[in-house]
T-cell receptor, first 113, second 113 residues
Framework: DAKTTQPTSMDCAEGRAANLPCNHS???????VYWYRQIHSQGPQYIIH???NNETNEMASLIITEDRKSSTLILPHATLRDTAVYYC??????????????FGQGTTLQVKP | EADIYQTPRYLVIGTGKKITLECSQT?????MYWYQQDPGMELHLIHY???????EKGDLSSESTVSRIRTEHFPLTLESARPSHTSQYLC????????????FGEGSRLTVL
C-alpha cells in the first residue's frame, strides 16, 4: 500500500472551511484514498473515500488531483467538535491486505473560536 | 451508528494477571481487527481475522492472542499482563470485499501496574 504524507498540525477558525492536504505520490491505479478522524483517543471514525473522482457526503468533500498523487479533505464549515486527528490512508482494493488500514501520524486539526 | 462494542472500557490490573478484552459486533461483518495505540501515537494493527476460525498477526508484534469462534465475537487475551502492555486497544470490523470502511469500537484502555 502506498505511503502518505500529511502536515503534523493545522489550525482553522470556527465556521471557516478546513482544507487538509495529503500527498500519496506512489499511489497505484487500484488504490483508494480513505480519510478517518480520531477525536480525543476515541475509536477512529470513517469520513470519506474515493478512487479518482471527487466525492462529497454529509461530513466532507474529497478532492483528488488528476494525477492522483495528492488529495484534499475539505470540511466546509468547521466547528469546535471537528477538532481531531485526521488520517489519510491509501489502500489497495484487491490486495492481499484487503481490509487492513495502516494509520500514520495524521494531521492534528485544531478548530479555534 | 456503528454496532461494535468493547468491554471493559477501562481496566487497571496487576502484573501477571490474565486478561481478556471483549469485542462484539452485530453487523454480520466477516472481517475484524485489533489495533493498539499508545497515547499520542499511531495506531498499530496487531491482529486481524477474515472470518470464523481465521486469525492472523498484524504488522506490530504482540504477546496477545485472539480467537474467532463466532462471527460476531473477537476477543483478545493476554495470558500474563506486564506494564509494557499498558495501552489502548481498539477493535474494528468491516464487510468483506473491496473498499469497505472500518467501524471502530470505543476502545479498551488497559493499565498494568
Amino acid at each position: 500500500d502506498a505511503k502518505t504524507t500529511q502536515p503534523t498540525s493545522m489550525d482553522c477558525a470556527e465556521g471557516r472551511a478546513a482544507n487538509l492536504p495529503c500527498n500519496h505520490s506512489t499511489i497505484s491505479g487500484n488504490e483508494y484514498v480513505y480519510w478517518y478522524r480520531q477525536i480525543h483517543s476515541q475509536g477512529p471514525q470513517y469520513i470519506i473515500h474515493g478512487l479518482k473522482n471527487n466525492e462529497t457526503n454529509e461530513m466532507a468533500s474529497l478532492i483528488i488531483t488528476e494525477d492522483r498523487k495528492s488529495s484534499t479533505l475539505i470540511l466546509p464549515h468547521a466547528t469546535l467538535r471537528d477538532t481531531a486527528v485526521y488520517y489519510c490512508i491509501v489502500r489497495g482494493a484487491f490486495s492481499s491486505n484487503t481490509g487492513k488500514l495502516i494509520f500514520g501520524q495524521g494531521t492534528t486539526l485544531q478548530v479555534k473560536p | 451508528e456503528a454496532d461494535i462494542y468493547q468491554t471493559p472500557r477501562y481496566l487497571v490490573i496487576g502484573t501477571g494477571k490474565k486478561i481478556t478484552l471483549e469485542c462484539s459486533q452485530t453487523m454480520g461483518h466477516d472481517k475484524m481487527y485489533w489495533y493498539q495505540q499508545d497515547p499520542g501515537m499511531e495506531l498499530h494493527l496487531i491482529h486481524y481475522s477474515y472470518g470464523v476460525n481465521s486469525t492472523e498477526k498484524g504488522d506490530l508484534s504482540s504477546e496477545s492472542t485472539v480467537s474467532r469462534i463466532r462471527t460476531e465475537h473477537f476477543p483478545l487475551t493476554l495470558e500474563s499482563a506486564r506494564p509494557s502492555h499498558t495501552s489502548q486497544y481498539l477493535c474494528a470490523s468491516s464487510v468483506a470485499g473491496a473498499a469497505g470502511e472500518l467501524f471502530f469500537g470505543e476502545g479498551s484502555r488497559l493499565t498494568v501496574l
